[in-house]
């Protein structure tokens, strides 16, 4: 009931291509689902984040797209760049409850090649 | 403004042994949390504390622990030290856990155990 399970754990775009990243969940109290993205050498930053009253949230080229019936949501980075290349993590609590504890996805290391 | 700082960032231990680790969080924020962070596991919620006082607590054994001071500074002390605490571990701080403010990661401290 507390996973949250992330795909694929690596994957290799070219540069200007697309990344997708899959994360589904089990426990249908959570309500808050951050993405963040981890450099090597630094911590976890955020990246972007949705709650369930809608289906869309885009900032800038990262999109994250969320299917409260499935219970899954997805991280599409467009026009990726090299710059991009990094380690994703999904993420989910329950915004109600007032805590910074969250419950992560194992990570996605994306490489993104010139 | 300055990020999360956490000391030292690296160090080395015998099993057996106990260890502090000390975070300071972003000035204004009030609320601290911690996190291990290992290869197999993942990203895993130890503790977070507000007002000096533990608000949650992971699925850790007792030999993890820690604190928080007046001025939001934490520290998280590990006692008989084994061979599998050996991680990354990542102090975060928010705002204030009663509007689930966005978390900031620090750059961790990195544990070995020999």
């Known amino acids: 009931q507390q996973q949250v399970k992330q795909s694929p754990q690596s994957l290799i775009v070219q540069k200007g291509g697309i990344s997708i990243i899959n994360c589904a969940y089990e426990?249908?109290?959570?309500?808050?689902f951050p993405w963040y993205q981890q450099f090597p050498g630094k911590g976890p930053a955020l990246l972007i984040a949705?709650?369930?009253?809608?289906s869309e949230k885009k900032e800038g080229r990262f999109t994250i797209s969320f299917n409260k019936s499935a219970k899954q949501f997805s991280l599409h980075i467009m026009d990726s760049q090299p710059g991009d290349s990094a380690t994703y993590f999904c993420?989910?609590?329950?915004?109600?409850?007032?805590?910074?504890?969250?419950?992560f996805g194992q990570g996605t290391t994306l490489q993104v090649k010139p | 403004k300055a990020g999360v700082t956490q000391t030292p960032r690296y160090l080395i231990k015998t099993r057996g042994q106990q260890v502090t680790l000390s975070c300071s969080p972003i000035?204004?924020?009030?609320?601290v949390s911690w996190y291990q962070q290992t290869p197999g596991q993942g990203l895993q919620f130890l503790f977070e504390?507000?007002?000096?006082?533990?608000?949650n607590k992971g699925n850790f054994p007792g030999r993890f622990s820690g604190r928080q001071f007046s001025n939001s500074r934490s520290e998280m002390n590990v006692s008989t030290l084994e061979l599998g605490d050996s991680a990354l571990y990542l102090c975060?701080?928010?705002?204030?856990?009663?509007?689930?403010?966005?978390?900031?990661f620090g750059n961790g401290t990195r544990l070995t155990v020999t």
């Open positions: 975060a701080s928010s705002l204030d856990p009663t509007v689930n403010s966005p978390l900031h």
């Open positions: 426990n249908t109290a959570f309500d808050y």
């Open positions: 949705i709650r369930p009253d809608v």
């Open positions: 993420a989910a609590s329950r915004y109600s409850s007032n805590t910074g504890k969250l419950i």
């Open positions: 000035s204004g924020h009030r609320s």
């Open positions: 504390y507000f007002s000096e006082t533990q608000r």
